[in-house]
């Protein structure tokens, strides 16, 4: 699986956009790139996933670059709830469990500010 | 629809017990992933189970072991536990026959050994 750099920590204020960027400039024709966040003590939740169009849920929006090198998750109206380590996970489409189920990297800490 | 369930939420073991976790995984899903989080540290893969089979493992020592069962439920069993097995223990599953949709976790079991 194609491996993921996210920035280790961001603040962001209460109300406003928060914007993630992960890059994954090794990812494959068939890999999709997947979100999931945890709060602490919890277990990982899932939030978007997308293949190479821009991708809207009820959580969030996912942006991906037309090269499919980087992509940005976006928060659009931040709460103190949602601080949490963002995680940002390629994964090919076939690939079933895999060797490993999701790779886990270090993530973004993301802090909500009031 | 009922989440991946897990229990205990909290086990307290003495150093060199064995200590077993238990994890039901959505209704009509049939792949089971163990995963162990220590402090401090990100998720590291442990185990897969698919239709009652361990399709793969992490790099963990033989003592970290399981099973499914037909009812898709799974064990994770931690033998000669040792200290630095004090880790979070969170398991996902999955539809295998969607194979782009996301994993779904439990809120995991704490682990302490003693």
């Known amino acids: 699986d194609a491996k993921t750099t996210q920035p280790p920590s961001m603040d962001c204020a209460e109300g406003r956009a928060a914007n993630l960027p992960c890059n994954h400039s090794?990812?494959?024709?068939?890999?999709?790139v997947y979100w999931y966040r945890q709060i602490h003590s919890q277990g990982p939740q899932y939030i978007i996933h997308g293949l190479k169009n821009n991708e809207t849920n009820e959580m969030a929006s996912l942006i991906i670059t037309e090269d499919r090198k980087s992509s940005t998750l976006i928060l659009p109206h931040a709460t103190l709830r949602d601080t949490a380590v963002y995680y940002c996970?390629?994964?090919?489409?076939?690939?079933?469990?895999?060797?490993?189920?999701?790779?886990f990297g270090k993530g973004t800490h993301l802090i909500i500010q009031p | 629809e009922a989440g991946v369930t897990q229990s205990p939420t909290h086990l307290i073991k003495t150093r060199g017990q064995q200590a077993t976790l238990r994890c039901s995984p959505i209704?009509?899903?049939?792949?089971v992933y163990w995963y162990q989080q220590a402090l401090g540290l990100g998720l590291q893969f442990l185990l897969w189970?698919?239709?009652?089979?361990?399709?793969n493992r992490g790099n963990f020592p033989p003592r970290f072991s399981g099973r499914q069962f037909p009812n898709y439920s799974s064990e994770l069993n931690v033998n000669a536990l040792e200290l630095e097995d004090s880790a979070l223990y969170l398991c996902?599953?999955?539809?295998?026959?969607?194979?782009?949709?996301?994993?779904?976790f439990g809120s995991g079991t704490r682990l302490t050994v003693v």
């Open positions: 996970i390629v994964r090919g489409v076939y690939s079933g469990g895999g060797a490993d189920g999701l790779t």
């Open positions: 090794t990812i494959s024709g068939n890999e999709y």
């Open positions: 189970y698919d239709e009652g089979e361990e399709r």
């Open positions: 996902a599953s999955r539809d295998e026959g969607r194979t782009n949709y996301g994993y779904t």
């Open positions: 209704s009509g899903h049939t792949s």
